[in-house]
Each structure stands twice: as structure tokens, then as C-alpha cells.
Nanobody, 125 residues
Framework: QLQLVESGGGLVQPGGSLRLSCKAS????????IAWFRQAPGGEREGVSV????????NYADSVKGRFTTSRDNAKNTVYLHMNNLEPADTAVYSC??????????????????WGQGTQVTVSS
């Protein structure tokens, strides 16, 4: 069974940092592009970042550029989202998703083959 499991969410003060992890089980991430999405209460799901397996290319939403970084460790079958200088507007459920392609992809949700269950990130003082 193909699964992605997120971890690392929690409560953090504005200006703080968190690192989210997305670990695959039942398959290898080696040839998958992995994206992070988020959905705030009452809002629509939006793409945050994406990383390819070929060339480790990345792309970020304008709202997180310069603050968030995504990376991958194929030996650990895990992708990370490093979030710095967090703002209350970053409060959301963060989910990772995988697409079976080695190349950089967009954030069309229908393009992704496997999804995690999500982890809550709350930014509040």
C-alpha cells in the first residue's frame, strides 16, 4: 500500500520555525515529484512547494518564497519542508502529495497519485 505520512506540525509563535517531514512507505520516492499543499480553515487547498527528483528542482508559492525551503533525502525516503519566519497566515493543515514523475510539476491536485493525511500547523502568540 502506497502511503505518505506527515509529521512535525504543532503550535509555534510568529517568527518561529518548524520542519515538516513527509515519509513514504510501500514505495520509493526516488522517481516522484513531491509537493506540499496547505488548507487554512474555511479556505481552499493551495500549493506551497514542489521538488523534483531529477536535478532537485524546486518551486514555491509567492507567499512563502524566501521563508520556506523544501528538500529531500531519498536514502530516508523522506521529503522535508523547512518553514522559517512563520506568520499567523501560515496556519493550516499541511499535506504532502506525490506524482510519479522525476520532473518538476505544478500544483494541479488531480495530477498527484498519492496523498498524506496532513499535519496541523498553528502560528499564534
Amino acid at each position: 500500500q502506497l502511503q505518505l505520512v506527515e509529521s512535525g506540525g504543532g503550535l509555534v509563535q510568529p517568527g518561529g520555525s518548524l520542519r515538516l517531514s513527509c515519509k513514504a512507505s510501500g514505495f520509493s520516492l526516488d522517481h516522484y515529484a513531491i509537493a506540499w499543499f496547505r488548507q487554512a480553515p474555511g479556505g481552499e487547498r493551495e500549493g506551497v512547494s514542489v521538488i523534483s527528483s531529477a536535478y532537485l528542482s524546486t518551486n514555491y508559492a509567492d507567499s512563502v518564497k524566501g521563508r520556506f525551503t523544501t528538500s529531500r533525502d531519498n536514502a530516508k525516503n523522506t521529503v522535508y519542508l523547512h518553514m522559517n519566519n512563520l506568520e499567523p497566515a501560515d496556519t493550516a493543515v499541511y499535506s504532502c502529495a506525490g506524482q510519479d514523475t522525476p520532473y518538476l510539476t505544478g500544483w494541479g491536485e488531480h495530477e498527484y497519485d498519492v496523498w498524506g493525511q496532513g499535519t496541523q500547523v498553528t502560528v499564534s502568540s
